[in-house]
């Protein structure tokens, strides 16, 4: 449910509607936009509240929200939701790209990754510390020296990094070194953790799982709405198809639909979906075309991993198809 404040409502009316609201066990969720102040009523919802909440003073309307995410839903924040990474805008106008090496292995791996995708125009380092592995016996990440080698990437290149946190145990850690904390197809319905990643005050990026549907998806980033962090970036990354020829196929329409269910930036992984690297320019394009306010991509290391000069070609051919969608330069738009 959501209530509606009227234009010239005072602060006192708005905090009288959440003492209401409270009194009831049901927990409250402000979305102060330029156009509208709306408090998101979550809980065991009784159809009598509506009227209650109706006839207080300050309140213009009561809604039911008939989806089952409410947060991340359009009626509740109708504004485009917009995260800031270093100097870029995800979910605005920009086209940010994340790049970097699939997993962190060394030093040299990784710092020259980030010098070179910077000077492409990558506003964010990505690089996995902990790794998902379908295999256990494959490479499963250097850990917490992974991160450190990432930190030194940033402070050499003051790009962000984005990594990703596979338990709830090591939110903490993982939160002392990333600026954006990503949640892996593979954990995207791990409830424990989206719960531990809801009470971090930074962004997440938020993998769709590979047999997600739209709806489980948005609920999974529900859970790190309803925790009280607001930042949720949602990644688009191939699904789960009788296809083989591709490692999954990747969704282009989850990207505007998503757009029209949800106020949240919406991204898409060209690399694990397709896990082949000549088809990770042209599904970074389409992407783009269809909407994207980003892309994630692996850079030099990895089957699906672009090398450094493909990465640039990539780049300037990405902004292209990004103006021709009137998005403008990453680092100057909102
Ligand atoms: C990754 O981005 O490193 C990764 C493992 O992606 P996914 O969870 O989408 O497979
Ligand atoms: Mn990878």
Same mark, same amino acid.
Request: with cysteine; glycine share 10%.
């Given at each position: ?58 309140? !213009? ?15 509740? @924040? ?5 995260? @800031? ?31 070179? $995708? ?6 964010? !380092? ?15 990440? +250097? ?56 009470? $971090? ?5 938020? @993998? ?15 859970? $790190? ?31 505007? +639909?998503? @757009? ?22 042209? +599904? ?21 991993? !672009? ?7 990539? +780049? ?19």
């Amino acid at each position: 449910m959501i209530e509606v404040m009227k234009k010239d409502s005072t602060q006192d009316q708005l905090e009288g509607v959440k003492a209401r609201i409270e009194s009831h066990g049901l927990e409250v969720h402000l979305s102060e936009g330029v156009e509208r102040t709306v408090v998101g009523v979550l809980g065991q919802i009784f159809i009598e509240l509506k009227d209650e909440l109706e006839s207080l003073p300050g309140v !213009l309307e009561v809604i039911l929200i008939s989806k089952p995410y409410k947060l991340s839903s359009r009626e509740f @924040k109708n504004e485009d939701t917009v995260i @800031k990474g270093g100097d870029a805008h995800i979910g605005g106008d920009e086209l940010v790209v994340m790049a970097g090496p699939c997993a962190v292995e060394d030093e040299d791996q990784v710092l020259s990754a980030a010098h070179a $995708v910077k000077a492409a125009g990558a506003k964010i !380092l990505r690089g996995g510390a902990f790794k998902p592995r379908s295999s256990p016996y494959s490479f499963r990440g +250097m850990g917490v020296e992974g991160l450190r080698l990432l930190a030194k990437a940033r402070e050499e290149t003051g790009l962000p990094i984005v990594t990703e946190v596979m338990s709830p145990e090591d939110v903490g850690m993982v939160d002392a070194y990333a600026d954006i904390l990503q949640i892996g197809t593979r954990n995207s319905q791990n409830f424990n953790l989206l719960d531990a990643v809801g009470k $971090v005050r930074k962004p997440v990026l938020l @993998k769709r799982g590979f047999s997600a549907t739209y709806e489980e998806w948005l609920l999974a980033a529900e859970y $790190v709405l309803a925790g009280g962090n607001d930042q949720v970036i949602l990644c688009e990354r191939g699904i789960r198809t009788f296809e083989t020829g591709t490692r999954f196929t990747i969704d282009l329409s989850a990207i505007p +639909m998503i @757009k029209s269910l949800s106020h949240l930036p919406v991204i898409a992984d060209p690399s694990h979906s397709t896990g082949r690297a000549h088809l990770v320019t042209p +599904m970074t394009l389409a992407a783009v075309a269809a909407g994207a306010h980003g892309v994630i991509v692996d850079v030099r290391d990895g089957a699906q991993a !672009l090398t450094f000069d493909t990465f640039a070609d990539m +780049m300037t051919r990405a902004k292209a198809v990004a103006q021709s969608v009137g998005k403008v330069p990453a680092g100057t738009g909102r």
